[in-house]
């Protein structure tokens, strides 16, 4: 089991920059597979972007390629989602998700552990 806690959200004008960060209980985190998706009011939960164990792969919706860089650090138990060029439409609550099987890629896979989100405001 793993429990994940979500930071770095924030207001951001369009343009700007915001780097979240999902900090990851247990020690056993590099056996999972990581993903960030967002949701916005009225919307179902989106992915947005994933990382295998090693991080030697990642994965990106086309609506934030490149844009958004995720990462991970198995020596700090955290995984990163460094978000540049924000849009209005990025404007969401950001969800960390970690897998011991799947590459968290759908929101509606079982067995998929989430954080308690970060809201993202970006303002023109």
């Known amino acids: 089991q793993v429990q994940l806690v979500e930071s770095g959200g924030g207001w951001v004008q369009v343009g700007g920059s915001l780097r979240l960060s999902c900090a990851a209980s247990?020690?056993?985190?590099?056996?999972?597979?990581m993903g960030w998706f967002r949701q916005a009011p009225g919307k179902e939960r989106e992915f947005v972007a994933a990382i295998t164990r090693s991080g030697d792969n990642t994965y990106y919706a086309d609506s934030v390629k490149d844009r958004f860089t995720i990462s991970r650090d198995n020596a700090k138990n955290t995984v990163y989602l460094q978000m540049n060029s924000l849009k209005p439409e990025d404007t969401a609550v950001y969800y960390c998700a970690a897998h011991s099987r799947l590459l968290p890629v759908a929101a509606t896979y079982e067995n998929m552990y989430w954080g308690q989100g970060t809201q993202v405001t970006v303002s023109s």
């Open positions: 247990g020690r056993t985190f590099s056996s999972y597979a």
